[in-house]
């Protein structure tokens, strides 16, 4: 069964610096990724995805994210966060079949910003 | 640009009773899903629909749950018999064929 981790439960990062949220997924073709941003209180915004080609994606609010098969992971960088990013990031993976199939997430990073 | 709906945003419920929780996916959709997140927790597939009935589902669909989209707008999601640990957030999706949007869930509280 495919799953995901995301290692780092909380994460602290000043007003300003760049950021970097880690993912490994477990799954025996390629995956499907996905990262979901989910603000307080709201539901999950989708910020990227990777399909296929280049393995360098970018995503909305300026995140992007770099698959890399060989350590299977898919971690998410921010080269500047800015006190609105504070949230809790959702790593998911689904199956490449697609369709019918549901995600698989991980349990999340909660980002916090200093100011 | 279009949203998925959820209604309510929040239920609070008695242990036993029924509850529906109501989505409007994105009106092009063809796969629809439900999804849960218990507090502090990761969020958890639950069920899949497509072409009027149930793709996929996890082992915590179990018979208590039920989906039905009653006409072609609203998917519901029925849980018959309400117990503690039903207190969640549950959110619906929906997709052409493999980026899932979300709706902004509906928060049960079972007492």
């Known amino acids: 069964a495919q799953s995901v981790t995301q290692p780092d439960i909380h994460i602290t990062v000043s007003e300003g610096a760049s950021l970097e949220l880690r993912c490994n997924y477990s799954?025996?073709?390629?995956?499907?990724l996905f990262w979901y941003v989910q603000s307080p209180g709201q539901g999950l915004q989708l910020l990227l995805k990777?399909?296929?080609?280049?393995?360098l994606v970018q995503g909305i609010k300026g995140f992007e994210a770099e698959f890399k098969r060989s350590q299977s992971s898919f971690n998410l960088r921010k080269p500047s966060v800015h006190w609105s990013d504070a949230a809790e990031y959702f790593c998911?993976?689904?199956?490449?079949?697609?369709?019918?199939?549901?995600?698989?997430f991980g349990k999340g990073t909660h980002l916090i910003i200093q100011p | 640009e279009p949203e998925v709906t959820q209604t309510p945003s929040h239920q609070v419920t008695q242990m036993g009773q029924e509850v529906i929780l109501r989505c409007v996916p994105i009106?092009?959709?063809?796969?629809f899903y439900w999804y849960r997140q218990i507090l502090g927790q990761k969020v958890e597939f639950l069920v899949s629909?497509?072409?009027?009935?149930?793709?996929?589902k996890s082992e915590i669909f179990d018979d208590q749950f039920s989906v039905e989209r009653p006409d072609g707008s609203n998917f519901t999601l029925k849980i018959r018999s309400t117990k503690l640990e039903d207190s969640a957030m549950y959110f619906c999706?929906?997709?052409?064929?493999?980026?899932?949007?979300f709706g902004p869930g509906t928060r049960l509280l079972v007492l």
């Open positions: 990777y399909f296929s080609g280049d393995t």
């Open positions: 009106s092009n959709h063809l796969y």
């Open positions: 998911a993976v689904l199956n490449s079949g697609g369709g019918a199939d549901g995600l698989t």
């Open positions: 799954y025996g073709a390629t995956p499907y």
């Open positions: 999706a929906s997709t052409v064929i493999e980026t899932q949007y």
């Open positions: 629909f497509y072409n009027n009935e149930i793709s996929e």
